[in-house]
């Protein structure tokens, strides 16, 4: 998520309204004041100033983050039950608004629920804050109630089962099922739909208490539950991690990103699809893709279908394997470089490092989409399941006009994109130091993954352009 709505909304349903869509869905678009190329050169000279100053300066192995313990005693666990109460509620609402409510996705609130308030908005949230959703995770919260009465009517084991977890298997559910909601997300047309977003869930809900059943919460959630380890992953990233049941533990931004190793090839796929599934959203909308899809018309039509499932899906398990490639390609110059390194080691050391950059992909697509449609939610808080209510008297309010425009959107993608690269340079030096030592190898280190930080700030800046900018042609900029 891996970032990551582009729900096509409206667009993508049939049986409602006509073509809209929430992300980037701008009237107009903005006209750059100089031409995107001089953006892209800038922005990768950022990346490459901030290695150099950071390569300059930071020359030694960094001393472990400086951390704060704070106790919140019975409070935290107040909150932590209040917060648990509230995550249960807006699943049922959720669910009871997809199947009973209406099935316009712009008058039912499952959808902004879904794609806005959670995937986007709490992704950002578990990102800058903490990772809150071990506290809101409705599934979570089922097993323990169902696991706490079965453990009163006399089994003292519960509802788990107890069976092994195979280790070969690890992560890999995770991946899977990151990837399959990435297609779920950009390239099916009802994803949007209240009703299939409903069963979707209800789908997952029983596939996600049965292998807590069978394997135990903690094991499931930990390598299969995408959910579980797509934001431990981007909590990771947080200021502020939990520490017992009782206190949190301030410390530097990105610095749980540094403090362990991802310990799997499985977890290093799964990054990696962090961050191109998002991009991947950005791509399929622009010309890149409509060339693409003609090619593969042309070359392989076995993979094209009418409805582009099948061409969706290749695309996006293709940038998903490239974006993998170019990371291990990376880490196998760094490898040869430094020589006495296994590759292995490399691959695993630098790999969470990258999660700033998903991050900054989330904000750069989703920014505009999480202002203009999140505040949707005031007015249909008051009429959720789209059937004229009016329960807290804000059904009829509705969002300033131009509040966030292509323009600013624009700013914001290029602003979150390079600090993205940046902050994941800084992180990826300092992991350097930590792995070799010495300032010169931690410098020869870093220059191939540094290398591979500006080709993905020139491509990203390329595939999020297109759907908000535009600019002058040769002939019109010289009759002016």
């Given at each position: 998520m891996a970032a990551i709505v582009r729900s096509r909304i409206a667009a993508a349903i049939a049986m409602c309204a006509p073509a809209q869509a929430w992300s980037h869905a701008f009237d107009d678009r903005f006209d750059l004041p100089a031409p995107l190329s001089y953006f892209i050169a800038g922005a990768a000279a950022v990346v490459a100033v901030s290695f150099l100053i950071v390569a300059s300066f930071m020359r030694r192995a960094p001393?472990?983050?400086?951390?704060?313990?704070?106790?919140?005693?019975?409070?935290?666990?107040?909150a932590y039950n209040l917060a648990r109460l509230f995550g249960l509620l807006v699943f049922v609402i959720t669910i009871v608004a997809g199947?009973?409510?209406?099935?316009?996705?712009?008058?039912?609130?499952?959808?902004?629920?879904?794609?806005?308030?959670?995937?986007?908005?709490?992704?950002?949230?578990?990102?800058?804050?903490?990772?809150?959703?071990?506290?809101?995770d409705p599934w979570r919260t089922l097993f323990d109630l169902m696991n706490s009465v079965v453990r009163r009517l006399g089994m003292r084991n519960g509802m788990t089962l107890g069976w092994r977890y195979p280790q070969t298997v690890g992560t890999w559910p995770a991946v899977i099922l990151l990837l399959s909601i990435g297609w779920f997300e950009v390239v099916y047309p009802q994803a949007a739909v209240p009703h299939t977003l409903a069963t979707v869930l209800l789908v997952w809900t029983a596939a996600t208490l049965t292998g807590m059943v069978c394997f135990g919460r903690n094991i499931w959630q930990r390598n299969a539950d995408v959910f579980s380890?797509?934001?431990?992953?981007?909590?990771?990233?947080?200021?502020?991690?939990?520490?017992?049941?009782?206190?949190?533990?301030?410390?530097?931004?990105?610095?749980?990103?540094?403090?362990?190793?991802?310990?799997?090839?499985?977890?290093?796929?799964?990054?990696?699809?962090?961050?191109?599934?998002?991009?991947?959203?950005?791509?399929?909308?622009?010309?890149?893709?409509?060339?693409?899809?003609?090619?593969?018309?042309?070359?392989?039509?076995?993979?094209?279908?009418?409805?582009?499932?099948?061409?969706?899906?290749?695309?996006?398990?293709?940038?998903?394997?490239?974006?993998?490639?170019?990371?291990?390609?990376?880490?196998?110059?760094?490898?040869?470089?430094?020589?006495?390194?296994r590759f292995k080691r490399v691959v695993y050391a630098f790999a969470y490092t990258l999660v700033p950059i998903a991050v900054a992909y989330n904000i750069a697509h989703n920014a505009s989409n999480l202002?203009?449609?999140?505040?949707?939610?005031?007015?249909l808080a008051s009429d959720p399941l789209g059937?004229?209510?009016?329960?807290?008297?804000?059904?009829?309010?509705?969002?300033?006009?131009?509040?966030?425009?292509?323009?600013?959107?624009?700013?914001?993608?290029?602003?979150?994109?390079?600090?993205?690269?940046?902050?994941?340079?800084?992180?990826?030096?300092?992991?350097?130091?930590?792995?070799?030592?010495?300032?010169?190898?931690?410098?020869?280190?870093?220059?191939?993954?540094?290398a591979l930080m500006i080709i993905y700030t020139a491509i990203s800046l390329s595939v999020i352009a297109e759907p908000m900018v535009k600019f002058e042609t040769p002939d019109a900029v010289i009759s002016e």
């Open positions: 001393s472990p983050s400086t951390q704060y313990t704070v106790h919140a005693g019975p409070v935290l666990g107040f199947l009973a409510g209406t099935a316009d996705p712009m008058m039912n609130i499952a959808p902004t629920i879904v794609w806005i308030a959670w995937w986007v908005g709490l992704s950002l949230f578990v990102a800058c804050a903490g990772n809150v959703w071990p506290a809101v380890v797509y934001f431990a992953t981007l909590g990771r990233f947080a200021p502020i991690a939990p520490r017992g049941d009782r206190a949190i533990l301030l410390r530097p931004p990105g610095s749980g990103l540094i403090d362990a190793d991802v310990g799997s090839v499985a977890m290093v796929a799964f990054i990696v699809a962090m961050l191109s599934t998002v991009l991947f959203d950005g791509l399929l909308g622009g010309p890149m893709w409509a060339l693409i899809q003609r090619k593969l018309a042309i070359t392989a039509p076995s993979l094209t279908d009418s409805n582009g499932y099948a061409v969706g899906a290749v695309g996006l398990i293709g940038v998903w394997l490239i974006f993998l490639l170019a990371y291990l390609i990376s880490c196998a110059v760094t490898t040869s470089l430094t020589r006495g390194v202002v203009t449609q999140g505040e949707q939610l005031i007015a059937v004229k209510w009016d329960l807290f008297g804000t059904a009829n309010y509705r969002a300033p006009i131009g509040l966030i425009d292509a323009r600013i959107t624009w700013y914001i993608a290029i602003g979150s994109i390079v600090a993205g690269h940046v902050l994941s340079v800084w992180l990826a030096h300092r992991v350097a130091l930590r792995e070799f030592r010495a300032a010169r190898p931690a410098v020869i280190a870093s220059l191939p993954l540094t």
